[in-house]
Every structure is written in structure tokens, then in C-alpha cells.
């Protein structure tokens, strides 16, 4: 079936062809933007339900361990103490790669617009096979959303951090229903993603300060384009040390979880606290690196809002 926009070009002359075709590449953009704010808002939807399951499993395993511990039989809620547990497990990590495939593309749908390359880089840079262009996000938008990922993460790591020292809840809570762990390592996660979207936040000031030095000249690059290009430019590598910095700052603590609190000692700390060290140690050089080439991204001669992938 030919399409009304092709009908036109075919019936009518150069000048109303082309604004034919001006309309239908209108109505797609339209259509692709509409379709990528719905994939946005279904990926977060998903972020929140993978909240919920988190905090949810936490505390249905905690009423439990609090009816056990008043004497009901315990093989009563061993059914409900599995769901909580296997849904604790595996299901956040399940529902945020759904999140992820829905938010990415979703955003880059709603800002913008992604295509086959048609540009052919030179050696050591193959030709890139998706190239994509959108409209940077707002610093308050961007310092909202990187504010609330450190929230949740605080929430997730440090609630169990704080339990270990203190001797609180969850710490209360039977090592048979114990989740603080599991809280750990989505905290992690939440907390490498945060410091990468902090990095991403201190990269765009870093291209704006330098935009306001060189103006138009910063598309040329700076010294050493050709390898910032392909660090940071091609494989975005800053944000990648900066989260996997983060990921490990925020794990480095669960090494102290027993050596700390009422039950620890101080032979106990000092046996466990060279490997707190190395790991920290580690997740601050990688923040620290990440953070450094995001602040050279400018010299790649690239603009802010626009990314390609490797072929």
C-alpha cells in the first residue's frame, strides 16, 4: 500500500515534494519522540518497582523474623520467607535490565534522534555503526536525578553500614532472613551509577568552560584528540571508571560488617581493615580517573550531545 506521503511526492512537483517530505520527517520525529517519552516512563516506572521489591522483600522478611521470634512456627511462613528471599535474589537485577532497555533508547528517542553512520573514521577508529544526536539534559534535571540516585544508594548501603556498627535493625534481623547483603550490592550499583552521572555532570561543566574560552574553535579538538576521542568520545570510558569506582566504594564497607559493632573486635578490625583499604583505595583512583578524562572530553572536538558506537 503506497503511503500518503509518497503518493504526494509522486503527484506533485519539486517544490511540494519537498515539503512532503519535510512533513513526513516532521510526523516521524513527532511519532519517535512520543514513543521514546513512553519507553522513558516505563524504564522508571520499572527503577520504582525495583525499589519497591527491595525494600518490600526487606521488610516481609523482617515481620517474619520478628513472628518466629515470638514463638509462631517458623515452617509457617517458610513459603513466604522463599518468595521474599528468591524475589530479593533475582528480581531487581531482572526488572533493571528491562529498566535499561527501556530508558536508553527512550531517552535518546525523546531528545533526539539515532541513525547508521555514514562517516567512515580513519585507523585507530573503525567506522562507527550507530551515531546519535539529543539535547543535553538541563543541569537541574541532571543534579535532580544524579541527587536522587545518591538517596536511594545512601538508603540501600547505608542503612545496613549503619546496623553493623550500631547493632540495629537490619542487623537484628536472623541471619536465616538477613538481607543487609543483598541491600549492599543493589546499593553498589545504585551508588556506581550516581558517581557516573555526577561525572557525566562535572564533564559538561568542564565543555561548557571551555566552549566559553575557544567558542566555536572546541569542534577542532585539543592536544591528543585522537586518543580523548576514542576514550571518551567512542566508548565513554570516564563514565565507566567513574561508576565502577562507585561500585566499589560502596561495596568496600560489607568487608568491616563483622568486625565492627557489639559483637567486633579490634584484632578482628585490623585483620579486614587492609582489604576495606585496597578496595576504597581502588573505587576512589578509578573515580578519580574517570573524573579527570571527563574533565578532557572537550579535546575530543566533539559536542556535548552526541554519542556513536563501535562497529
Same mark, same amino acid.
Given at each position: ?20 517530505? +519535510?512533513?513526513?520527517? *516532521? ?21 520504582? +518497582?525495583? !525499589? ?44 533493571? !535490565? ?9 531517552? =535518546?528517542?525523546? /531528545?533526539?534522534?539515532m541513525a547508521p553512520s555514514s562517516t567512515l573514521q580513519k585507523a585507530p577508529l573503525s567506522m562507527a555503526s550507530m551515531v546519535s544526536e539529543f539535547r543535553v539534559l538541563g543541569f537541574g534535571w541532571h543534579l535532580l536525578w544524579s541527587t536522587i540516585g545518591l538517596v536511594v544508594s545512601a538508603l540501600l548501603s547505608g542503612i545496613p553500614v549503619v546496623s553493623w556498627f ?7 534481623? *536472623? ?12 546499593? *553498589? ?19 561548557? /568552560? =571551555?566552549? /566559553?574560552? #575557544?567558542?566555536?574553535?572546541? @569542534? ?13 568520545? #567512542?566508548? /565513554?570510558?570516564?563514565?565507566? +571508571? ?9 561495596? @568496600? ?11 567486633? @573486635? ?19 583512583? !578509578?573515580? *578519580? !580517573? ?8 572537550? #579535546? ?8 556513536? @558506537?563501535?562497529?
Amino acid at each position: 500500500m503506497t503511503s500518503p506521503y509518497r503518493s504526494q511526492r509522486m503527484a506533485a512537483g519539486p517544490a511540494e515534494a519537498e515539503e512532503a517530505l +519535510l512533513a513526513r520527517k *516532521s510526523h516521524v520525529a513527532a511519532v519517535n519522540r512520543r514513543f521514546g517519552r513512553g519507553l522513558s516512563i516505563a524504564g522508571v516506572t520499572l527503577v520504582a +518497582l525495583c !525499589l519497591a521489591v527491595l525494600f518490600g522483600g526487606g521488610l516481609v522478611l523482617t515481620w517474619v523474623d520478628q513472628r518466629v521470634a515470638a514463638g509462631v512456627g517458623r515452617d509457617r511462613f517458610d513459603g513466604l520467607a522463599g518468595i521474599a528471599m528468591g524475589s530479593l535474589a533475582a528480581l531487581p537485577a531482572i526488572i533493571l !535490565l528491562f529498566a535499561m532497555c527501556c530508558l536508553i533508547p527512550g531517552e =535518546q528517542l525523546r /531528545r533526539g534522534w539515532m541513525a547508521p553512520s555514514s562517516t567512515l573514521q580513519k585507523a585507530p577508529l573503525s567506522m562507527a555503526s550507530m551515531v546519535s544526536e539529543f539535547r543535553v539534559l538541563g543541569f537541574g534535571w541532571h543534579l535532580l536525578w544524579s541527587t536522587i540516585g545518591l538517596v536511594v544508594s545512601a538508603l540501600l548501603s547505608g542503612i545496613p553500614v549503619v546496623s553493623w556498627f550500631t547493632g540495629a535493625w537490619p542487623e537484628t534481623v *536472623s541471619d536465616d532472613y538477613g538481607f543487609s547483603g543483598l541491600w549492599m550490592i543493589y546499593g *553498589s550499583i545504585a551508588l556506581g551509577i550516581t558517581i557516573a552521572s555526577f561525572a557525566s555532570l562535572i564533564k559538561k561543566f568542564g565543555w561548557l /568552560r =571551555q566552549y /566559553r574560552i #575557544r567558542g566555536e574553535a572546541i @569542534s577542532d579538538g585539543g592536544p591528543g584528540k585522537t586518543f580523548w576521542r576514542w576514550v571518551n568520545y #567512542r566508548w /565513554r570510558f570516564d563514565l565507566w +571508571l567513574s561508576g565502577v569506582g562507585g561500585v566499589l566504594l560502596g561495596f @568496600s564497607p560489607t568487608v568491616l560488617s563483622e568486625a565492627v559493632g557489639p559483637y567486633g @573486635s579490634v584484632d578482628a578490625l585490623s585483620a579486614e581493615l587492609p582489604d576495606f583499604i585496597r578496595l576504597a583505595g581502588s573505587g576512589v583512583l !578509578l573515580v *578519580s !580517573l574517570g573524573i579527570a578524562a571527563a574533565l578532557n572530553f572537550w #579535546r575530543a572536538g566533539e559536542p556535548l550531545g552526541s554519542a556513536e @558506537s563501535a562497529a
